[in-house]
């Protein structure tokens, strides 16, 4: 049979007990007639069978709707359905329902907050950019705490000190940002109450966050800190008319709330963290290369629909490295950042100041109607450099030269736009610098100086070189060194000698830029030699008066050699008499000593009191000009002369390299005089690195046949 209805059952147990309660009187009924007291007795089982019929049809009219009732809204819970019960119905009843009814909105109170809390979690964890999400999440709120309006007080990061206050209310649509100065005393109170606080006067400067709750109407507050590692970093508020009445799903939810904003802030800021390391510098916080050329795109995309015009401003500042030699790096880093600062205020919002690198920037000028509007900006540029930078108690100047490009005018690729606008700016260096040049195509026609304007473009676009000239010794013939040669592959003129841009680069300063790479790339060459077993002895490499002045100089060489792994004693460092002239190179010098690098002296003798240099610096080779070897051994005075120095040198411990050997009588004549080395195009032309390989190859294979014939032998 199948399940009977909720009436028909409770009817049938009803029927049952009266059924029992007119039994038994019959059964008494029967034991009593035998005594003949049978009429007693038919009175007494009426009288029963009335009341139980009585009692069936008050018990089924007090108590079946309320279970009946009871019953359905238990069904109704397992749908999730929560409505109210309302039936009449006896006091005890009554209170059943009433029991049922308190449960069901407490339930459905709870799985409207978990709902809420779900929908608010989606939101801010597949949110990129939270204040996009805030005004959502701030009804989703007021809809649970039932107040007047909401506040979310985010602290600036870019502001110490100062917030944004975001909100929602009732009423009220597009309410805008409000930016507040923010209390440190109330600050540290909150960071205290983690659990929250509840706020009854709202005070204009302890309570700015509030403030814009209170404009709505709202006296009265509650407010849940948001603490992220430890440090407040937000603040939540729900506002009300009247005190409301403590209610701790109110309470729950805020700070529910509060969790979730913190884990959102902390994920945010981390993303956010990850973004700016990847898109940013970090010194001068402007946007890098990645993010100008992103941006530039952007605008080439808009300017080949038609939609604006714009130009690129490409900015070097002019002797820079003369600041970093004066007074140093960290000085000339701090400089950037001013001159960082200078550059944001000379633009409008939605342009773009980016730092490539070094002391390089780019300008990106939207909506650019004519030429003139770029010239202005660039004016300015050049004006606010121009005003004097105190650093460290000292006024350093710096100027700019500036080349400016037009898009779509001139082109309409990124790779052309950089390269006009870097061509112009190279032209604004040769006509005096620390002024502005537009492009124009006849610029690209004619050939750049080598040795004002193409330096930096070689270093940057690695046309730089180093070859390599063998060192052998003069006696045995066996290999003793190698000496780092730099060249200069130029796109246009083919390779160029350091006479032809050496001088050039120390005044403009690039020399300290250049010979660090000069040390990274032939302490790397030498590793890679190393690690092959085919090193030589020895690698020497020049450096020139104004790296050894520099007080870092030391430091990175320590560095490269640490880097690389190196012996300090297979460098060697060479210099000019000049360098020495100058007094405060000698610490540098002695403190490279002290790393076991070696020093020689070039061109000895061709500068003014070579002895007492020798005397005086930890000097460890001299190295003779090629100029004193042309005439020997034929010249007799050359040849006194050649002779002389030889027995000096060695006289004062030091080793003697003679360069610019062209000949074998030249190299005879000094193997008679006991010259330690020589080098020149008579025994070895300068190697490119994989020749030079080469060669250290096949004389360490030579060395080690020869030494397994003599030990055969």
């Not at 809420?116 to 989703?140: F, G, Y």
């Amino acid at each position: 049979m199948g399940e009977l209805p909720f009436d028909s059952r409770m009817g049938r147990r009803i029927g049952l007990a009266l059924g029992l309660c007119a039994v038994l009187p019959v059964l008494v009924f029967a034991a009593l007639a035998a005594h003949g007291a049978w009429l007693i007795l038919t009175l007494t089982l009426v009288l029963a069978l009335a009341g139980a019929a009585v009692a069936s049809v008050y018990l089924t009219h007090r108590y079946g709707p309320a279970l009946r009732a009871l019953a359905e809204g238990l069904g109704a819970l397992r749908a999730r359905q929560f409505a109210r019960l309302d039936v009449r119905s006896a006091d005890e009843a009554l209170l059943l329902i009433d029991n049922f009814n308190r449960a069901a909105a407490s339930l459905d109170e709870q799985f409207r907050v978990l709902e809420t809390l779900a929908q608010i979690d989606q939101l801010l964890l597949h949110s990129v950019d939270l204040e996009h999400v805030l005004d959502t999440i701030m009804s989703r709120v007021q809809g649970l705490t039932y107040c007047q309006s909401v506040g979310i007080t985010l602290r600036d990061a870019d502001a110490p000190g100062r917030g944004r206050v975001y909100l929602a209310a009732s009423g009220l649509t597009d309410v805008p940002v409000s930016r507040i100065a923010l209390d440190d005393d109330m600050l540290q109170a909150l960071t205290e109450q983690t659990n929250g606080l509840t706020v009854v006067r709202c005070e204009e400067s302890r309570h700015s966050f509030l403030k814009p709750l209170a404009d709505t109407g709202a006296m009265f507050f509650w407010v849940w800190p948001v603490i992220v590692a430890e440090r407040l970093e937000a603040i939540l508020a729900v506002g009300y008319r009247e005190v409301p009445v403590a209610d701790p799903v109110v309470a729950h939810c805020g700070g529910k709330f509060a969790e979730r904003l913190a884990v959102a802030l902390s994920k945010s800021a981390r993303d956010e963290h990850l973004y700016r390391q990847a898109h940013y510098d970090p010194l001068t916080a402007l946007p890098n290369r990645l993010l100008f050329r992103d941006r530039l795109a952007q605008e080439l995309a808009n300017a080949a629909a038609g939609l604006s015009r714009g130009a690129l401003l490409y900015i070097d500042l002019d002797h820079f490295k003369r600041v970093n030699d004066s007074v140093g790096h960290t000085a000339g880093d701090q400089l950037l950042t001013i001159v960082a600062q200078r550059l944001r205020s000379c633009i409008k919002d939605g342009d773009t100041v980016a730092r490539l690198g070094g002391d390089e920037f780019t300008v990106i000028l939207r909506n650019v109607a004519e030429p003139d509007a770029a010239a202005a900006v660039a004016a300015r540029i050049i004006e606010s450099l121009q005003l004097p930078v105190n650093i460290a108690g000292r006024d350093c100047y710096v100027c700019a030269s500036i080349g400016i490009t037009l898009f779509p005018d001139d082109a309409k690729t990124i790779e052309d736009l950089m390269r006009n606008a870097d061509t112009a700016m190279y032209r604004a260096k040769d006509l005096g610098r620390g002024r502005m040049t537009f492009f124009d195509l006849n610029m690209a026609s004619k050939p750049a100086k080598p040795t004002d304007t193409g330096l930096q473009h070689a270093l940057r676009g690695r046309e730089f070189s180093l070859f390599y000239q063998p060192q052998f010794d003069v006696a045995g013939g066996e290999l003793v060194g190698v000496e780092a040669l730099l060249r200069w592959q130029t796109p246009r003129d083919g390779m160029r000698y350091p006479g032809e841009f050496v001088p050039a680069a120390e005044e403009s300063g690039l020399i300290v830029d250049i010979g660090g790479w000069v040390l990274d790339a032939a302490c790397a060459q030498l590793a890679g030699w190393r690690e092959r077993q085919i090193a030589p002895p020895r690698l020497a490499l020049n450096v020139s008066a104004q790296q050894l002045q520099h007080a870092d100089f030391p430091k990175l060489v320590r560095r490269a050699l640490e880097k690389y792994d190196l012996p300090a004693a297979l460098l060697e460092l060479e210099l000019t008499e000049s360098v020495l002239a100058n007094a405060t190179v000698g610490a540098a010098l002695a403190r490279l000593a002290q790393l076991g690098v070696h020093l020689a002296l070039d061109d000895f003798g061709t500068g003014y009191s070579s002895l007492s240099y020798l005397r005086q610096y930890p000097i460890d080779t001299v190295k003779i000009d090629r100029t004193f070897l042309n005439e020997v051994p034929q010249n007799p005075a050359s040849a006194t002369l050649v002779e002389t120095i030889i027995v000096m040198a060695h006289a004062l411990g030091k080793r003697v390299i003679a360069e610019g050997i062209e000949t074998n009588e030249q190299l005879m004549f000094l193997r008679e005089r006991r010259c330690d080395a020589a080098q020149g195009f008579y025994l070895a032309r300068p190697l490119a690195a994989a020749a030079m390989t080469e060669l250290l190859q096949a004389r360490t294979l030579f060395v080690q046949d020869s030494m397994a014939r003599a030990a055969s032998n």
